[in-house]
């Protein structure tokens, strides 16, 4: 296929065709052309369909049409190609909260042919620098209240040659370089397998996996899972906490929302309070978080009731049966649950609020294939628990890195994560493959425990993990966040071991329970058992 791409650094580190995993491409609308630039499906379109006047973005401090943010990101692509000798295949870093400008680079970087390496406001000069190495990075556009580790990690990687700042009334600013530009631009005509994003794992130990992601992989997953369980239209208004670094936050609020010309609301802090705010003030009828944000959230469900808000997607993590049930009678919404991976770009296994079962994830979303694997790769008849595998348009391929044979076996994408599928094809997830725990002889699934003791009003959050003991070997232990006006005691203590032992198999129950402020958790929402099993 005839790339447009003259840094080939992106093609020349794909994992060998043997370590890829099977790609499907039967749906119609997943028959992509050779040549393809998501940018032009996304936001050229349209302008030229006439729709250049509809609200896209909308934030705190700036409202813009699709015209707007047209205009804005082929200004900053003129920067890049004229002014910052950007050549197509390149990797440019964009560090920054989640803003309309943040949305008018990505898609400026993907016009002009570059390949977006979105990151996590919060990153600190120690966990963007090995970023910088891997993605080997030429240029960065970054916020300027997020500038300061940016510099600092750069320092020791020469190949770095640009970092543009915006937010700022400084000459050097990206904005003053983009006054200087016309609008209009025309895109590169990039090859449908060609790079466009590079997204990095979040959140667990060791080193950062790169993920790269292809235009055609970004469309897929806008015709996938949106259209066949959102089901959301252009009249929407999208709302959400997670970064744009994060690809449940790029799809769920730029992506998909643009695919359909509805329009899309940016918090750059979107702690459940602020949530809250934003989806009264923007009238935001479809909102993307985290469960425990959800679990916060239902305490307020009056005041919801009281917005426009009509769908909520949970994903990132397990949604407990228990938290789907209390946003249901907190504010009479059935959430969407959806288990998504940044290797497969976007979710996968889903179900819409019709069908919708308690303590399920869901069924595989039109497009994609799955099923429940042995340790040896053979599949599991259902109601076994065993490993989830799945394939679809989307799918795992690592820069250069010799876990991809890890995460893909036999051209299936292996996410890491215990699985059972019913005899109707809904699919019930246990835990991370590495979060069994194994006490005398028996398997313990770390979510299950937490569902049990999250149905206690006490409990705000808790977390599950398998501590050493002489005697079974290893031993549950839960960590515990109370609902504020609740003792944290020896008492309380028994009182949920008790009720644990009610809830699910006796033999389950945490039998050491610590008293907790918050829980670790990674930039994107995710609980970090690995931090607690260290502490
Ligand atoms: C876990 C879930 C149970 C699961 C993501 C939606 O989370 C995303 O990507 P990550 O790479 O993590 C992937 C892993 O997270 N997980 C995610 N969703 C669920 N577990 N139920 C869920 N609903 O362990 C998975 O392997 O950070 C989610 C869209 C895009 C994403 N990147």
């Known amino acids: 296929m005839p790339t447009a791409h003259i840094d080939t650094f992106a093609r020349d580190n794909l994992p060998p065709v043997d370590q890829q995993p099977d790609f499907l491409f039967e749906l119609p609308e997943l028959q992509f052309p050779a040549q393809l630039n998501c940018a032009t499906e996304l936001l050229d379109e349209h302008i030229q369909e006439g729709r250049g006047g509809r609200w896209c973005i909308r934030g705190p401090k700036d409202h813009w049409t699709y015209r707007d943010l047209w205009e804005r990101a082929n200004q900053i692509a003129h920067v890049l190609v004229q002014e910052l000798a950007l050549v197509p295949g390149n990797r440019v870093l964009l560090h920054a909260p989640n803003t309309p400008m943040t949305v008018a680079c990505w898609f400026g970087i993907v016009k002009a042919g570059g390949i977006v390496v979105a990151t996590m406001p919060l990153l600190r000069a120690k966990e963007l620098k090995p970023i910088l ?3 080997a990075i030429s240029h960065a556009f970054c916020d300027a209240s997020l500038a300061a580790e940016l510099q600092d990690a750069a320092q020791a990687v020469p190949g770095l040659r640009h970092i543009m700042l915006f937010n700022t009334t400084e000459d050097a600013s990206l ?45 897929a997953t806008c015709h996938c899972w949106p259209r066949s369980v959102l089901k959301a239209h252009a009249d929407d208004v999208f709302i959400g906490s997670p970064p744009l670094g994060f690809t449940f936050g790029l799809g769920g609020l730029v992506l998909f929302p643009m695919s359909l010309g509805a329009s899309t609301v ?3 802090k979107a702690g459940p309070a602020q949530l809250l705010d934003g989806i009264r ?6 909102a993307f978080t985290a469960p425990t ?34 946003w249901r009678e907190a504010t009479g919404i059935e959430m969407i649950d959806g288990i998504g991976a940044t290797e497969m770009l976007h979710i996968f296994i889903s179900s819409t609020e019709e069908d919708a079962r308690p303590g399920a994830t ?11 694997v042995d340790e040896q790769g053979q599949t599991l008849p259902p109601g076994n628990v065993g490993k989830l595998a799945v394939r679809g348009p989307t799918g795992c391929r690592y820069l250069n890195d010799s876990r991809q044979k890890a995460y893909v076996k036999d051209g299936w994408n ?40 999250m149905q206690h009003p006490a409990v705000l959050e808790c977390a599950v993990i398998g501590v050493p003991d002489a005697e079974r070997g290893q031993i549950v ?56 099993r260290d502490s």
């Open 414 to 453: 292996i996410t890491g994560d215990a699985y059972m599928m019913d005899t109707e094809g809904y699919f019930f997830y246990q835990s991370r493959t590495d979060d069994m725990i194994v006490s005398a002889g028996y398997n313990i699934a770390s979510p299950e425990v937490e569902e049990g003791l």
């Open 175 to 219: 904005e003053a370089h983009m006054a200087q530009h016309s609008s209009a631009f025309s895109n590169v005509n990039t090859a449908s397998d060609d790079t466009c994003l590079i997204g990095f794992t979040s959140g667990t130990t060791g080193i950062p996996k790169a993920t790269m992601h292809f235009h055609r992989d970004v469309m």
């Open 133 to 135: 190495e891997i993605g």
């Open 266 to 268: 940016l918090l750059e």
């Open 362 to 372: 869901g069924k595989v979303v039109p497009g994609y294939e799955a099923r429940i």
């Open 477 to 532: 232990k839960a960590y515990v966040v109370m609902h504020p006006g609740y003792a944290a005691n020896a008492e309380m203590v028994r009182r949920l071991q008790d009720f644990v032992k009610q809830a699910i198999a006796p033999y389950k129950y945490p039998r050491a329970i610590e008293f907790r402020e918050s829980l670790p958790r990674t930039q994107s929402g995710k609980l970090q058992r690995f931090k607690l």
């Open 281 to 286: 003030d923007y009238g935001a009828t479809v």
């Open 293 to 326: 944000s959800y679990r916060t959230l239902a305490a307020r469900g009056e005041e919801v009731r009281a917005t426009k808000l009509r769908k909520c997607v949970s994903a990132g993590e397990a949604l407990p049966a228990a938290t789907r049930a209390l």
